[in-house]
């Protein structure tokens, strides 16, 4: 089944296979599937409340959501600045001759 776009999931109960019954996190692949919709604000507030409770007593996903939250926050810096053009050419001419040699043999 197609996942819904990120608006219409917004802050939509998870299906009853995701999480158990008695409203607790399962396990933890439950909240691995979760994560992103919590960081983006999308979860309900109840399935929030009951994920940060999983998270208060599980090290390994606080870990994962750590570096989930440095991966989108390394994807929002901007990009470094472009390789200056005489440092092109000069990779270029370095390149093109490593190429030549190597055709050459």
Known sequence: MPRASPSKRSRRAVPAGRA????????????VDLLTE??????????????????AGCDACTEFLKSLRTVRA???TPAAEAVPEDCQ????????????????R
């Open 89 to 104: 050419r000069a990779l270029r001419s370095f390149l093109d001759a490593k190429l030549r040699r190597k055709a050459s």
């Open 20 to 31: 158990a019954a008695s409203g607790r996190m399962r396990e933890c692949r439950d909240v």
């Open 38 to 55: 919590y960081l983006e604000g999308g979860l309900a507030p109840e399935e929030s409340q009951r994920l940060e409770q999983h998270l």
């Open 74 to 76: 390394a994807a929002r």
